[in-house]
């Protein structure tokens, strides 16, 4: 048997991956993987690190496949801060001028908060200063949705959320579900929000940490919206005063998306806030149908 000789070079050998990859197929997966292997090879041929920089790099990867597990996902904290979720969501959620934007949901959804009527206090233990939400949730023609889910959940005022801190925080605090009424109005009470550090105690975090990359979050409050006919809407409404807002940790301040958190009074001796905001909601698009 003939010996065959394949010189494999830092020209080629992109294309030599990449034509073993194909040989599967074109589907999506061999296509995106054969795309990663060309960037990440690009990547190696303009940085061209020493063989111990490389070990280094991929005992970082190690790392933050140890820190991940049911209740914390390291990949997905990467994922963010490098605006990789980000730009997914941006490419895959695309709205028609006028509609709220999308943002990313958040680590810390959870999908059985409960069902409050209009205008309950979502704050079950009382910590913090008092706010009013109150809004209308609307068509592109200005037209009310009636019947809209919205579901709402948000960090305390020291900038945590209930599922972080469950010996601290009564089980579903700062979280609800409401429908909007005839009119397509919303209403529940809550506490201000405060902005809080994303994880730095892990790989991620610690990195670029060190690298004096944003790690802070400005004030919000997370949303979704949902109703029959329309294209769900997942988003924050983000605190215009609070001074990182210019750099979100996770990039997902949008104009759209900056609230006006007004100074309504005092009440029990605590500050009292109001918010007034509106959702616009887009018209589900007709299903493609397959070739």
């Known amino acids: ?42 990547v190696v041929r303009e940085v061209r690190p020493t063989a111990a920089q490389w070990r280094s790099a991929v005992d970082f990867l190690t790392e933050v496949g140890h820190a991940a597990d049911e209740r914390r996902q390291e990949w997905v904290l990467l994922s963010d801060l490098l605006g990789v979720t980000a730009l997914v969501e941006e490419i895959n959620s695309r709205r028609p001028r006028g509609a709220t934007p999308d943002t990313l949901r958040g680590l810390f959804y959870r999908a059985d908060a409960p069902r409050l009527p209009l205008g309950a206090d979502i704050c079950l233990d009382g910590r913090g200063e008092p706010l009013s ?91 979704i919206v949902s109703a029959a006919g329309f294209d769900t809407l997942t988003t924050h409404v983000y ?33 009292a806030w109001s918010l007034d905001f509106d959702f616009v909601m887009a018209r589900a698009r007709p299903a493609r149908r397959s070739a």
Request: aromatic fraction near 6%; glycine fraction near 12%; proline fraction near 7%.
């Open 133 to 223: 939400v109150s809004g209308h949730v609307r068509d592109l023609d200005g037209e009310p949705v009636a019947g809209a889910t919205i579901e709402t959940w948000q960090a305390n005022a020291q900038g945590f959320y209930e599922n972080q801190q469950p010996d601290l925080q009564p089980e579903f605090n700062l979280r609800g579900v409401f429908q909007t009424d005839a009119d397509g109005r919303f209403a529940w009470r809550t506490v201000k929000p405060g902005g809080y550090k994303v994880p730095d105690d892990g790989p991620v975090g610690q990195l670029l940490g060190r690298l004096g990359y944003p790690l802070r979050r400005p004030a919000h409050l997370h949303v």
């Open 239 to 271: 605190d215009g005063c609070d001074p990182h807002l210019h750099e979100d940790a996770i990039l997902g301040v949008k104009p759209g998306l900056v609230g006006d958190f007004r100074r309504a009074g005092e009440a029990a001796e605590r500050p």
């Open 1 to 42: 048997m003939s010996a065959v000789s394949i010189a494999f070079s830092e020209r080629n050998l992109s294309d030599v991956v990449g034509e073993r990859l194909t040989r599967a197929g074109q589907d999506d997966l061999v296509r995106g993987l054969a795309a990663v292997v060309t960037h990440l090879h690009q």
